[in-house]
Protein backbone atom coordinates (compact mmCIF):
# COMPACT_ATOMS: atom_id res chain seq x y z
CA UNK A 1 0.00 0.00 0.00
CA UNK A 2 3.14 2.25 1.28
CA UNK A 3 4.48 1.55 -2.79
CA UNK A 4 0.93 2.58 -4.57
CA UNK A 5 0.54 5.79 -2.45
CA UNK A 6 4.38 7.01 -2.99
CA UNK A 7 3.89 5.82 -7.21
CA UNK A 8 0.73 8.31 -6.84
CA UNK A 9 2.23 10.89 -5.00
CA UNK A 10 5.23 11.10 -7.83
CA UNK A 11 2.89 10.85 -10.84
CA UNK A 12 0.63 13.33 -9.34
CA UNK A 13 3.92 15.59 -8.36
CA UNK A 14 5.12 15.06 -11.93
CA UNK A 15 1.92 15.96 -13.47
CA UNK A 16 1.27 18.94 -11.60
CA UNK A 17 4.22 20.69 -10.64
CA UNK A 18 6.65 19.31 -13.45
CA UNK A 19 5.03 19.64 -16.27
CA UNK A 20 4.80 23.58 -15.57
CA UNK A 21 8.23 24.12 -14.75
CA UNK A 22 9.57 21.97 -17.46
CA UNK A 23 8.00 23.92 -20.22
CA UNK A 24 5.11 21.79 -21.49
CA UNK A 25 2.56 24.27 -21.06
CA UNK A 26 1.55 26.17 -24.44
CA UNK A 27 2.59 30.15 -24.93
CA UNK A 28 0.32 33.01 -23.99
CA UNK A 29 -1.06 34.07 -27.78
CA UNK A 30 -0.25 37.74 -28.39
CA UNK A 31 -1.69 39.51 -31.56
CA UNK A 32 1.12 41.62 -33.39
CA UNK A 33 0.01 44.75 -33.72
CA UNK A 34 1.76 47.22 -36.80
CA UNK A 35 4.51 50.20 -35.60
CA UNK A 36 2.28 53.12 -35.21
CA UNK A 37 4.05 57.29 -36.73
CA UNK A 38 1.47 59.82 -36.63
CA UNK A 39 2.02 63.70 -36.30
CA UNK A 40 1.67 65.37 -32.82
CA UNK A 41 -1.43 66.65 -31.74
CA UNK A 42 -3.52 64.41 -33.61
CA UNK A 43 -5.77 61.86 -31.68
CA UNK A 44 -7.41 58.57 -31.51
CA UNK A 45 -3.98 56.40 -31.43
CA UNK A 46 -4.13 53.42 -29.51
CA UNK A 47 -2.05 50.21 -29.60
CA UNK A 48 -3.86 46.94 -28.97
CA UNK A 49 -3.07 43.71 -28.23
CA UNK A 50 -5.32 40.85 -28.07
CA UNK A 51 -3.90 38.33 -26.03
CA UNK A 52 -5.48 34.34 -25.02
CA UNK A 53 -4.30 31.33 -23.00
CA UNK A 54 -5.96 28.16 -21.14
CA UNK A 55 -5.46 30.15 -17.40
CA UNK A 56 -5.44 33.09 -16.04
CA UNK A 57 -2.77 35.78 -17.54
CA UNK A 58 -0.96 39.19 -15.60
CA UNK A 59 0.65 41.38 -18.00
CA UNK A 60 2.70 45.14 -17.95
CA UNK A 61 2.87 47.34 -20.63
CA UNK A 62 6.34 49.66 -20.56
CA UNK A 63 7.22 52.48 -22.46
CA UNK A 64 10.95 52.73 -23.30
CA UNK A 65 11.83 50.65 -20.52
CA UNK A 66 9.09 52.52 -17.60
CA UNK A 67 6.37 50.53 -16.50
CA UNK A 68 2.95 52.15 -17.46
CA UNK A 69 0.36 49.69 -16.22
CA UNK A 70 0.68 46.12 -14.62
CA UNK A 71 -2.43 44.15 -13.83
CA UNK A 72 -4.19 41.04 -13.77
CA UNK A 73 -6.14 40.16 -17.50
CA UNK A 74 -9.48 39.01 -15.87
CA UNK A 75 -10.20 35.59 -17.64
CA UNK A 76 -8.41 33.86 -19.98
CA UNK A 77 -8.66 36.22 -23.45
CA UNK A 78 -9.19 39.93 -23.76
CA UNK A 79 -7.50 43.41 -24.99
CA UNK A 80 -4.69 45.34 -23.49
CA UNK A 81 -5.34 48.83 -25.25
CA UNK A 82 -3.18 51.67 -24.64
CA UNK A 83 -3.70 54.96 -25.91
CA UNK A 84 -0.20 56.91 -27.37
CA UNK A 85 -2.15 60.30 -27.67
CA UNK A 86 -0.17 63.53 -26.55
CA UNK A 87 2.61 62.05 -26.90
CA UNK A 88 5.60 64.85 -27.81
CA UNK A 89 7.73 64.57 -30.95
CA UNK A 90 9.76 61.62 -31.03
CA UNK A 91 10.39 57.76 -31.18
CA UNK A 92 8.78 55.51 -28.38
CA UNK A 93 8.95 51.84 -27.72
CA UNK A 94 6.38 49.96 -26.50
CA UNK A 95 6.32 46.47 -24.98
CA UNK A 96 3.80 44.34 -23.55
CA UNK A 97 4.76 41.34 -21.48
CA UNK A 98 2.28 38.79 -20.40
CA UNK A 99 3.12 35.82 -18.08
CA UNK A 100 0.79 33.05 -16.80
CA UNK A 101 1.15 31.33 -13.25
CA UNK A 102 3.31 28.97 -14.69
CA UNK A 103 6.08 31.01 -15.57
CA UNK A 104 5.29 31.72 -19.58
CA UNK A 105 6.25 35.02 -20.68
CA UNK A 106 5.49 36.01 -24.12
CA UNK A 107 6.18 39.61 -25.28
CA UNK A 108 5.31 42.17 -28.29
CA UNK A 109 6.61 45.03 -28.90
CA UNK A 110 5.54 48.49 -31.01
CA UNK A 111 8.09 51.31 -32.13
CA UNK A 112 5.87 54.70 -31.78
CA UNK A 113 6.55 57.56 -34.11
CA UNK A 114 5.42 60.75 -33.52
CA UNK A 115 5.84 63.39 -36.34
CA UNK A 116 6.14 67.21 -36.76
CA UNK A 117 2.89 68.97 -38.29
CA UNK A 118 4.27 70.03 -41.66
CA UNK A 119 2.65 72.93 -43.02
CA UNK A 120 0.10 72.14 -45.13
CA UNK A 121 -2.13 74.00 -47.10
CA UNK A 122 -4.88 73.54 -44.15
CA UNK A 123 -2.75 75.36 -41.19
CA UNK A 124 -2.22 78.76 -42.44
CA UNK A 125 -5.29 80.33 -43.36
CA UNK A 126 -6.06 78.02 -46.45
CA UNK A 127 -2.84 79.20 -48.42
CA UNK A 128 0.60 77.16 -48.75
CA UNK A 129 3.78 78.95 -47.49
CA UNK A 130 6.30 79.30 -50.39
CA UNK A 131 9.84 78.10 -49.31
CA UNK A 132 10.91 81.13 -50.94
CA UNK A 133 9.15 83.32 -49.16
CA UNK A 134 10.37 81.85 -45.91
CA UNK A 135 14.17 82.09 -47.64
CA UNK A 136 13.71 85.67 -48.55
CA UNK A 137 12.15 86.66 -45.23
CA UNK A 138 14.93 85.04 -42.95
CA UNK A 139 17.48 86.24 -45.66
CA UNK A 140 15.91 89.96 -44.97
CA UNK A 141 15.90 89.33 -41.33
CA UNK A 142 19.68 88.30 -40.98
CA UNK A 143 20.92 91.59 -42.95
CA UNK A 144 19.29 93.90 -41.20
CA UNK A 145 20.83 92.70 -37.85
CA UNK A 146 24.40 92.65 -39.15
CA UNK A 147 23.42 96.38 -40.26
CA UNK A 148 22.33 97.19 -36.99
CA UNK A 149 25.41 95.61 -34.89
CA UNK A 150 27.78 97.10 -37.76
CA UNK A 151 26.13 100.37 -36.62
CA UNK A 152 26.45 99.67 -33.00
CA UNK A 153 30.06 98.87 -33.20
CA UNK A 154 30.65 102.27 -34.98
CA UNK A 155 29.01 104.04 -32.97
CA UNK A 156 30.68 102.57 -29.87
CA UNK A 157 34.26 103.18 -31.35
CA UNK A 158 33.31 106.92 -32.33
CA UNK A 159 32.71 107.64 -28.39
Do not use: K
Not at 27 to 34: A, G, M, R, V, W
Not at 40 to 58: F, P, R
Not at 119 to 124: I, L, S, Y
Request: glycine share 10%; net charge negative; hydrophobic share 50%.
Amino acid sequence: MRRVASIFFVCFFFLLIAFPAIGLQSLPTISEPEDITYVEGATGNVIEWWVSYNSSLHYSIHRNGTVLRSEALGGTSGNITVSVDGLLIAVYFFIVIVDDWGDNVETDSVIVTVLLPEFTDDTVGGEGIDPLIVIGVSGAAFAVVIVILVLLRQRRLGE
